[in-house]
């Protein structure tokens, strides 16, 4: 039986999707004796490298670090300025600010809810030295357009990529257009690990080689130290598990796009703003979201029909306690990441949801009123 509640994200489904296989591939890890940084993670790097067509890629501890190491990596150091949006995960910001750079927070475009190119250009100082477009849930950035000004300013590009493996523009694959991209295999995330994991992609072998070795201590081959890293090492355990839901990683996106689709033909309430797609380009649904005006009220009634949603952002990443005084901005200058954050709303999206309940969900949708 369909349990009747619905909730935004089912991680255990997926588990439940991959049992036999994730239980096996636990037991092997534990009798190999080795339990990081060995095969399943040499073997996941691959993939990504395949999968991407990117020339390097290292598995870390989690999303945030993959963004710590990325930023070493390019020697970012305090008072840098690095420029990012708001309408993002708090761990975007957290990231500069561990480095001791400043986030500059540019806005972002009302239509895709993705870093405004014009903003970021408004934002550049001497002071800037890289620019981290987030491709939010799921749907890429105007890359060509921040690439451009990267260049003309002589400044990095490191993409976060947490939300978006495996979308595209054209044939080409988020991460591989800036100098670094970096994923998170949160378990919610578009692929999900069992606990903690992330990865960092380059196209640089330099800057390849520069991340193989911060993300153990500062290690070469032989453990000689170039430089100060950290301890950001991927498990056997994790990186097994990845590596059997990554080979379905394909169709479980198109199950996202499918369920989008659904909801972006059937949702006929003018009470409710749906998402837009990029043209020519593939957006991967890790969140969908909407935008409701009256979202408290819109919020309760979904609650009331068994439906739970999830709000992504409850308020711009540089708004919270603690990150604020740490952050270049003002709020005028970001009445867009505003609003949306006031309105948003993310419907249940994932590739174990059922039709029957994506169809549930449109009909209680359809008839909300004010
Ligand atoms: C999830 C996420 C992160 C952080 O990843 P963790 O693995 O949780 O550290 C960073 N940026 C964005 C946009 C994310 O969605």
Known sequence: MISMVINIFEPKKQFETYKTQINKIIHSVLNSGNYILGKEVKKLEKKFQNYLKCKKAIGVKNGTDALILSLKAIKIKKGDEVITTAHTAVATIAAIIDVGAVPVIADVEQNFYTLNP??????????????????????????????????????????????????????????????????????????????????????????????????????????????????????????????????????????RIKISKYYLEKISNKLVKLPQVRKNTRHVFHIFSILVSKRNKFIKYLKKNKINPGIHYPRPACLNRGYKEKCIFSKNDIKKTIFISNNTVSLPIYPELEKKKVMKIVEVINKFRS
Not at 165 to 174: D, E, R, T
Not at 181 to 198: E, R
């Open 118 to 255: 014009k903003e970021i250009e408004k934002k550049i100082s001497k002071k800037t030295k890289a620019i981290i477009p987030v491709h939010i849930y799921g749907q890429c950035c105007n890359m060509s357009e921040i690439i451009k000004i990267a260049k003309k300013n002589k400044i990095f590009v490191i993409e976060d990529c947490s939300q978006s493996l495996g979308s595209k523009i054209g044939n080409k694959k988020a991460g591989t257009f800036g100098d670094i991209g970096t994923f998170s295999f949160y378990p919610t995330k578009n692929l999900g690990a069992i606990g903690d994991g992330g990865m960092i992609v380059t196209n640089n072998n330099n800057l390849g080689k520069k991340l193989y070795r911060l993300r153990e201590y500062g290690w070469d081959k032989n453990r000689s130290t170039l430089e100060p890293g950290i301890n950001s090492r991927l498990d056997e355990i994790q990186a097994g598990i990845l590596n059997i839901k990554i080979n379905d990683l394909d169709n479980a996106n198109n199950r």
